[in-house]
């Protein structure tokens, strides 16, 4: 279960900075707060990868993303053949439900 909310994304040439806004939901059974690997993997290849020219190829992130405003997790998306750190920072946490951004920085530069 996930709650999208979008903001404008501009995508000028070559996508130099991509960047989305989602929301990722996990339940833990102990009493953390969390989105699972998994669930962050596929959020990333589901709400980013319809805006790239060329298809993911694969997401892949250390772990579990704690839901905890402010955390950051650096995942790699692979693309064309080549690999890119995509950044999720938890925005806000509401109940079980973990809210974060997805930053691409570096792709197409």
Excluded: H, W
């Amino acid at each position: 279960m996930a709650v999208i909310r979008t903001r404008p994304l501009v995508l000028p040439l070559m996508l130099p900075a991509l960047a989305a806004v989602l929301a990722g939901c996990s339940f833990s059974f102990g009493g953390d707060v969390s989105v699972a690997q998994e669930e962050a993997e596929k959020q990333i290849i589901d709400l980013i990868g319809p805006q790239l020219p060329e298809e993911i190829e694969s997401a892949d992130c250390p772990g579990s993303l704690a839901g905890e405003v402010g955390t950051t997790m650096t995942c790699t998306i692979t693309v064309g053949g080549a690999s890119y750190d995509t950044i999720l920072t938890v925005t806000s946490v509401e109940g079980k439900q973990v809210n974060f951004d997805i930053d691409v920085p570096e792709y197409g530069a």
